[in-house]
């Protein structure tokens, strides 16, 4: 007999946290190359369990497709312009580039709005005060990525670290999204949103604490 517990969202929630406390203890104790080469794989389902975990609202689907194409356009600015988030490149670690940006960071940008936004709805019911809160949990989880974001092969600023341009661009596109995201009125219900972001938090924070320490 199925437990009544199994449902699609707690397996979801589960395999997101086998992946990245795999991913942890890989990294931090095994072959260290070979997770890091895995990125594309785990990013990947993260994003297919969102769609699949989140998509009860009928500008879900829109959402994601404008959180990815804002993602790439803005990305390849970066790349190929030096705007928005100052000079950069992208390494290999994350998959298959158009224009020099991986098709995994437009997707990204999407599951990171989408995520934010669903947890933010649930502190205030004022619309700006979302906004800062969504908005706010994006820019945390870049502040935590972009130290070992060069160590892991995701992308590398030109000088080595990232410039206070990227982060006032993050800012700019955040926000942006968060107003397309409230403006839309989505409603996601459920904690899938929740325990990725945390995840999120949990994964880079250790691996950050691990590079300032003995390195990875």
Excluded at 23 to 48: H, R
Excluded at 177 to 204: A, D, K, M
Aim: glycine residues 10%; contains cysteine.
């Amino acid at each position: 007999m199925i437990p009544s517990n199994l449902n699609r969202e707690n397996i979801s929630i589960a395999v997101i946290w086998l992946f990245h406390v795999s991913g942890i203890l890989g990294i931090l104790y095994g072959n260290s190359e070979w997770f890091i080469s895995a990125t594309p794989l785990n990013l990947s389902i993260n994003f297919v369990l969102l769609l699949i975990n989140c998509n009860g609202h009928k500008w879900f689907f829109p959402m994601v497709f404008l959180g990815f194409l804002t993602g790439m356009i803005t990305e390849i600015l970066g790349v190929q312009r030096g705007w928005i988030f100052g000079d950069y490149q992208y390494g290999d670690a994350l998959g298959i580039k158009v224009l020099g940006v991986p098709l995994l960071i437009g997707a990204n940008w999407a599951l990171l709005t989408i995520v934010t936004g669903a947890i933010a709805q649930q502190f205030y019911q004022n619309f700006f005060m979302r906004i800062l809160i969504g908005a706010g949990f994006m820019i945390l989880l870049d502040l935590l990525i972009e130290p070992i974001a060069p160590v892991l092969d995701f992308w590398v600023f030109d000088g080595g670290e990232a410039p206070l341009q990227n982060y006032i661009g993050w800012t700019a596109v955040a926000l942006f999204l968060q107003i397309i995201f409230y403006s839309f009125r989505i409603t996601v219900n459920g904690w899938f949103p929740h325990q990725l972001y945390l995840l999120q938090i949990i994964f880079f924070t250790v691996l950050l604490i691990k590079q300032t320490t003995i390195g990875i």
